[in-house]
């Protein structure tokens, strides 16, 4: 449901992400992969300083930040017990998003790659227990 990635935002405390598109927003639980509400209308409100946008379904009472490689930001890239994210970028197939457990040099990351089209946002949701890499064309969500 990623089709024009414009950017995604997690939820306050929750395993849900706001992904917003070209062609309109929906809510992903990142834990189960499952697209639990989609509106179709593009033409929805969208704080293009304070990257905001009002949420749907589940997250319809809240305002949720994005981030994406259109209006900047960025999610969460470490975990309150130690799980970080890197991400070596270029715009390209070429592009990584590493996984480095709690305690972990660079030598034991958890590598995820072959990326097409390019990665436009990776990050954790604010409880930890997940994280997303989204596209240009979609959005993949882990769990632990």
Same mark, same amino acid.
């Given at each position: 449901?990623?089709g @024009?990635?414009i950017?995604?935002?997690?939820?306050?405390?929750?395993d849900? *992400? *706001? %992904?917003?598109?070209?062609?309109g927003? =929906? %809510? %992903?639980?990142?834990?189960?992969?499952?697209?639990?509400?989609?509106?179709?209308? &593009?033409?929805?409100? *969208?704080?293009?300083? $304070?990257? /905001?946008?009002? =949420?749907?379904? &589940?997250?319809?009472?809240?305002?949720?930040?994005?981030?994406? /490689?259109?209006?900047?930001g960025?999610?969460?890239?470490?975990?309150?017990? +130690?799980?970080r994210?890197? @991400?070596?970028? $270029?715009?390209s197939?070429?592009?990584?998003?590493?996984?480095?457990?709690?305690?972990?040099g660079?030598?034991?990351?958890?590598?995820?790659? +072959?990326?097409?089209? /390019?990665?436009?946002v !990776?990050? !954790? $949701?604010?409880?930890?227990?997940?994280? %997303?890499? =989204?596209?240009g064309?979609?959005?993949?969500? !882990?769990?632990?």
């Amino acid at each position: 449901m990623a089709g @024009g990635l414009i950017g995604a935002g997690s939820a306050r405390d929750a395993d849900l *992400l *706001l %992904v917003v598109t070209h062609d309109g927003r =929906g %809510v %992903v639980d990142c834990v189960t992969g499952q697209l639990v509400a989609r509106d179709r209308d &593009p033409d929805f409100p *969208l704080d293009e300083d $304070s990257r /905001e946008v009002p =949420g749907i379904g &589940p997250l319809a009472d809240e305002v949720v930040a994005i981030a994406g /490689e259109i209006y900047g930001g960025a999610l969460l890239q470490a975990t309150h017990d +130690g799980w970080r994210l890197t @991400g070596h970028l $270029s715009n390209s197939a070429d592009d990584v998003v590493q996984l480095l457990p709690p305690d972990a040099g660079m030598a034991d990351p958890e590598a995820f790659t +072959g990326f097409i089209p /390019e990665i436009r946002v !990776f990050g !954790f $949701s604010p409880t930890g227990r997940s994280f %997303v890499i =989204g596209t240009g064309a979609a959005v993949y969500t !882990f769990a632990r």
